[in-house]
């Protein structure tokens, strides 16, 4: 089993910036990649980035040029897990969730909340 926790979250203006934060704990050595996602109301939750445990990282069209994944922990493991997010915009707005991706399970946290305002 995985637990994942993130925290970072909050109300920004637009232009502003947040890092979120995901702290994996548990059997990690399972783990082969964690995402960020991102759901609002009334839509699926997407992918938005996504990191595996050599340091490859993906983005989604929308954070690419303003969002950085990045990961910390032992060789070949995540332990913690970070997106940095810069020139934020209302449409970024969502829960933000933190995934991690096991051979035969995904693990999910519970969600941080991004609000973009001004």
């Known amino acids: 089993q995985v637990q994942l926790m993130e925290s970072g979250g909050g109300l920004v203006q637009p232009g502003g910036s947040l890092r979120l934060s995901c702290a994996a704990s548990g059997s990690l050595i399972s783990i082969i990649y964690m995402s960020w996602y991102r759901q609002v109301p009334g839509k699926q939750r997407e992918m938005v980035a996504r990191i595996d445990t050599h340091g490859q990282a993906n983005y989604a069209d929308s954070a690419k040029g303003r969002f950085t994944i990045s990961r910390g922990g032992a060789e070949n493991t995540i332990e913690t897990m970070w997106l940095q997010m810069n020139n934020l915009k209302p449409e970024d707005t969502a829960v933000y969730y933190c995934?991690?991706?096991?051979?035969?399970?995904?693990?999910w946290g519970q969600g941080t909340q991004v609000t973009v305002s001004s």
């Open positions: 995934q991690g991706r096991a051979r035969s399970m995904t693990y």
